[in-house]
Nanobody, 120 residues
Framework: QVQLVESGGGLVQPGGSLRLSCVAS??????????MNWFRQAPGKERELVAG????????NYADSVKGRFTISRDNAKNTVYLQMNSLQPDDTAVYYC???????????WGQGTQVTVSS
């Protein structure tokens, strides 16, 4: 079992920046065994994948809508994954969720989410 706790959300003006963090914990957790993702869900919309990063950061992918503005990274020693969000726009307003996918088994875990609101 893996527990994920997101933080760093808040209210920011258009053009501003935020950095989200996701801290993972669990018995004998080795975070490098997990592909880590950030998803988001805006009101009335489907949850969508924002960015993903492989166990050692070799493979990284982004949704087209955030390419060039968002950066995903991880620190396995700290069991933490980050999402640096720059040039935020109102369309980025959503609840952002951290997701862990165990290699081999494909087991998935979710955090409780953190609200990001972009508004003037």
């Amino acid at each position: 079992q893996v527990q994920l706790v997101e933080s760093g959300g808040g209210l920011v003006q258009p053009g501003g920046s935020l950095r989200l963090s996701c801290v993972a914990s669990g018995f004998r957790l080795t975070l490098s065994n997990y592909f880590m993702n950030w998803f988001r869900q805006a009101p009335g919309k489907e949850r969508e994948l924002v960015a993903g990063i492989s166990g050692f950061g070799i493979q990284i992918n982004y949704a087209d809508s955030v390419k060039g503005r968002f950066t995903i990274s991880r620190d396995n020693a700290k069991n933490t994954v980050y999402l640096q969000m720059n040039s935020l726009q109102p369309d980025d307003t959503a609840v952002y969720y951290c997701n862990a996918v165990r290699s081999v088994t494909g087991l998935r875990y979710w955090g409780q989410g953190t609200q990001v609101t972009v508004s003037s």
